[in-house]
């Protein structure tokens, strides 16, 4: 016994060693002060200077999940072990690392092992207690054998490489084989449920064990944001969509990350090898991927704007040269030449990179200098997070830690880590811009842009100038700003002057449109000199700084948005503009930007929703100048673009709130899902008629199908009616709030139920109570524009069937053309032209008398009086589909529909050039005489009275 205590005695850690963990990290030293003994136990047992393999860890799992009776403990007892156990690991992890006791191999290795075992317990643990409820899933195999069904847990990003940090999440994404119900038997206890909903709730009882963070912390945060359609889509996904997801929505970005794709634990033979199946040839393609080349500019365009937008250099893994940047190297090649080249099919990125240099991808000193700074900044990143346990690879600010940050590194100072650290990223750097460069060239051939003979094209230019201009241009050059440059950004000032130059000078046949666009040049390039890598962009890009030109003459509204956010210039330089994309596609552009956020990282996530919102409405601005689109297009583009807004913030609402709270219960008894949420958003107005503007604000209505008095499935309960309020309140925020960005959108919420006085959400039930009792007739003409827009599915189809109702409701056509009337007159009056305004011979496009609102009321007018008879009006929600469909019914003449349509198209059309030109709607009347009264007559001719106030 004594040598035994002796030996025992041997692997405590030495006070240096202590001293060591008090240096590296706050989060470990306390748990080793505040459990002295119960960490000298666990390190007798697994000494510092010693492996783990996984057997060991399975055993501790099992160990720390037993209850005081050695049985398997319920929820409370597991989650609790589990926490408990991941924050001994964690000290000994910091500690090993700490102490340079592990290499960067094993220790990730031991973390992704410790995942592993932690996952596939979870896994087992909620299906046994689902089994017991539900029975076992089954399904219907292709030669009609009934076979148990199962679920692949794909690990994805660092933990299917096994390369997990100190601090990572976990991406995971949940496959399961087809579609099917349980076994279930009433007789025996249990209840059959179809299999899709058994593993969402397998999914969100493996989630819950793994993710909420409890007294106890803890084990990992889960990230799903990469399952097909991410956030607000099912769970778990069966095979076959799989399949048709990959043959028919998958992207580049996401072939990056299922390139890292793994399954956790065991899964039947046949399973697997379907899922290798499907995944090796999205991947993978068997010829020299060209094709990819494009979507890799792409997404290394991305990367460069978003450092530019964050000048982040205290990110290491997001800042320019970081690790995003290494994995971005190594996985590009990966995707070029893995079909041809199996080697190349490794999951590790440090494996992958020396497979690139074995095939002479990558040449050997770029390989010695990839690895050494992938291998330092690994390393670094683990130091940062050992700190506090926090998931950040941001270098710290406080000098307290940045010292003891270098000690635990080996570095004498600070600065001395921070030159290593520059040397690193500059030996990332070179490689990386290296990679899939497409450097522009000017269309016209005899056109040198270089200094040799700036000095002739200034010259010419001066001839284009006006005097005024000429003046400005010089006083610019000869400003402090421009003389305070640093010397990197003053090169690359003088390195853009010569595109810049020969942009203007390629519309001097033009000169009143270069005339008028050089001082809203002149703002921009005072905004961006600072922020010189946009200076870089136009350097890169003189074809497309020709088509900027034009650009910024045509509208100040857009040359303002470029100079108070340049990071938008890159969406015009890239010339992104030529095509717009379509619901999809933008959809799937917000959800790549939005995997870069992290689930609790607000500021950033609103960031990324302003900035999108920007990036795509400047895109469509620029498609409708340049590219002459036509207003339905455009309206429908803007649309488009605040839906995808509406539906992620509504997607990360609810993911933050169930983190929080747990689920809410659906109204039939069962917790709701990401996929059916309960809550729909309603657009009325302008977004409910698809007729977006560039600055119209939205007007929104919140629904939801949740059991108001059901108390959440979480640890801290609330009640369903909380949680919609909550999430309807967590929406406003992401929306409304006002950033260094912006706000995403002005939100109107006057048009809910009993309007400013009204709830914030309110169920299904009290909408259409409310609508059938309560509403006003002018809230029945608005019901007329309103339209779902995102939501649980259920919601929205219950939305459609209640405004269907409501608007097919009887109605005489005295009654309705009364109050529709009335309504229009109080408009006028409020809203319209003064008398002197009237005198003065102008027109207001949107209130007065012959304009759009006249239009919009003939179509609710229409709508309410004739939909009982022909319940076919009630299927649209946009005027000029309205009146398609009332000229087809043959109410009014098929010509008064056309022109009313034109009309209305022709007044939209003038509006969105006003908004480009910031001008008011206040126009000369004589140039709209023949519009108004065109729409007048019609007025009259329809409803039997003016729309004049004084008449």
């Known amino acids: 016994m004594p040598s035994t205590t002796i030996n025992n005695q041997s692997h405590q ?301 205290d990110n290491i893994k997001l800042g320019a040269g970081g690790i995003r940047d290494i994995e971005f190297i190594v996985q590009a090649f990966q995707l070029i030449y893995g079909g041809r080249h199996p080697q190349l099919q490794v999951k590790s990125c440090l494996q992958a990179m020396m497979a690139l240099c074995e095939l002479e991808y990558l040449e050997y000193s770029t390989y010695e200098q990839l690895q050494a700074a992938y291998r330092f900044l690994r390393r670094l990143e683990h130091g940062i997070q050992a700190i506090n346990d926090q998931q950040t690879q941001r270098l710290p600010n406080d000098e307290h830690w940045q010292y003891n940050l270098a000690c635990t590194l080996g570095f004498e100072t600070w600065d001395a880590l921070l030159t290593t650290l520059n040397l690193h990223r500059e030996n990332v750097n070179v490689p990386f811009e290296r990679m899939v460069t497409e450097r522009q060239v000017p269309d016209q051939e005899d056109t040198e842009l270089d200094h040799a003979n700036l000095d002739e094209q200034i010259a010419q230019l001066d001839t284009v100038l006006t005097e005024q201009n000429r003046a400005q241009l010089q006083t610019f050059w000869q400003s402090k700003m421009v003389a305070n440059l640093s010397e990197e950004a003053r090169t690359r000032l003088d390195d853009a002057y010569p595109v810049i130059v020969h942009a203007l000078l390629a519309h001097q046949e033009q000169q009143q449109l270069a005339n008028s666009a050089l001082p809203r040049l002149i703002n921009l390039l005072e905004a961006i000199c600072r922020r010189s890598i946009y200076l870089v962009m136009i350097a890169e890009n003189p074809n497309a700084t020709v088509e900027l030109i034009p650009m910024l003459s045509a509208s100040p509204w857009i040359a303002n948005e470029l100079a108070r956010y340049p990071v938008l210039l890159d969406t015009f330089l890239q010339q992104r503009y030529r095509h717009l994309p379509d619901k999809l596609e933008l959809h799937d552009i917000l959800r790549q930007r939005l995997l870069r956020v992290e689930p609790d990282d607000e500021e950033e996530l609103l960031s990324v929703l302003r900035l999108f919102k920007k990036n795509q409405v400047l895109a469509v601005a620029a498609s409708d100048v340049l590219a002459e689109r036509p207003i339905m297009k455009v309206s429908d583009s803007l649309t488009y673009i605040a839906a995808v807004v509406l539906e992620a913030a509504l997607e990360r609402a609810f993911a933050e709130l169930v983190k929080r709270y747990g689920y809410p219960i659906a109204q039939n008894g069962d917790p709701v899902t990401e996929a059916d949420c309960g809550f729909a958003i309603i657009g009325y107005g302008k977004l409910g008629g698809l007729e977006l503007s560039y600055s119209s604000d939205l007007d929104l209505v919140f629904l939801h199908k949740i059991k108001e008095q059901g108390m959440t499935t979480g640890e801290k309960s609330v009640s369903g009616m909380k949680f919609a309020a909550r999430l309807a309140q967590k929406l406003m925020t992401y929306l409304n709030t006002q950033t260094r960005d912006g706000r995403a959108y002005e939100i109107d919420m006057r048009l809910r139920p009993s309007g400013n006085a009204g709830m914030m959400v309110v169920s299904c039930h009290a909408f259409e109570t409310y609508q059938r009792e309560k509403a006003w007739a002018w809230e029945h003409q608005a019901l007329v524009r309103a339209r779902a827009i995102c939501g649980d599915k ?5 939305f459609c069937d209640i405004r269907r109702t409501i608007l097919a409701l009887p109605r005489t056509l005295d009654e309705v053309r009364t109050e529709v009337t009335s309504m229009r007159i109080k408009m006028q009056k409020h809203l319209g032209t003064s008398q002197w305004q009237q005198q003065a011979g102008k027109f207001h496009l949107k209130q007065d008398a012959g304009g759009i609102i006249d239009i919009e009321f003939l179509a609710q007018f229409v709508v309410l009086a004739y939909s009982h008879k022909y319940p076919s009006l009630t299927k649209w929600s946009d005027n000029v589909r309205i009146f398609e469909e009332v000229a087809l019914l043959g109410i009014w003449e098929e010509q008064v529909c056309q022109d009313l349509t034109d009309a209305y198209l022709r007044i939209r059309a003038a509006t969105h050039q006003l908004a480009l030109a910031e001008q008011s709607l206040l126009v000369d009347e004589l140039l709209w005489t023949e519009t108004r009264a065109l729409v007048q007559a019609q007025w009259q001719h329809l409803m039997g009275v003016s729309s004049r106030e004084e008449e």
């Open 13 to 313: 850690p030495t006070a240096e060693q202590i001293q060591v963990l008090s240096i590296a990290s706050a989060f470990a030293y306390q748990i080793w002060e505040s459990r002295t003994t119960s960490c000298q136990t666990f390190l007798r047992s697994y000494p510092l200077d010693q492996t783990l393999t996984r057997q060991q860890i399975d055993d501790l799992i099992q160990d720390y999940t037993l209850d005081d009776n050695y049985q398997l403990g319920d929820e409370t007892t597991v989650m609790r072990g589990l926490r408990n156990l991941r924050n001994l690991l964690m000290m000994r992890w910091i500690w090993q690392d700490a102490l340079r006791m592990i290499e960067l191999e094993q220790l990730t290795d031991e973390l992704s092992e410790f995942a592993d075992g932690c996952i596939d317990f979870a896994k087992d643990y909620t299906y046994r207690q689902l089994v017991t409820q539900y029975g076992k899933p089954t399904f219907i195999d292709d030669k009609g054998v009934k076979r148990v069904d199962d679920m692949a847990i794909m690990a994805m990003g660092k933990l299917g490489a096994h390369e997990l940090n100190l601090s990572s999440d976990i991406d995971l994404i949940f496959v399961h084989q087809a579609r099917g119900e349980t076994d279930g038997d009433k007789a025996q206890g249990t209840r059959c449920i179809d299999n899709k909903r058994f593993m969402t709730r397998l999914g969100q009882g493996i989630i819950k064990l793994l993710d909420n963070c409890t007294a106890d912390g803890f084990v990992f945060r889960v990230d799903m944001r990469l399952r097909p359609w991410g956030d607000g889509s099912d769970l778990a996904i069966h095979l076959s969509a799989l399949q048709k997801y990959f043959a028919n929505h998958g992207r580049a970005w996401e072939r990056f990350a299922w390139l890292k794709a793994r399954v956790v634990g065991q899964i039947s033979p046949p399973f697997y090898d379907e899922l290798q199946a499907l995944i090796r040839p999205f991947v993978f393609r068997y010829y020299v991927d060209y094709s990819a080349f494009s979507a890799l500019r792409e997404m290394k365009s991305l990367i460069q704007n978003q450092v530019a937008q964050r000048e982040d250099l």
């Open 794 to 798: 259920r919601v929205t189809a219950l």
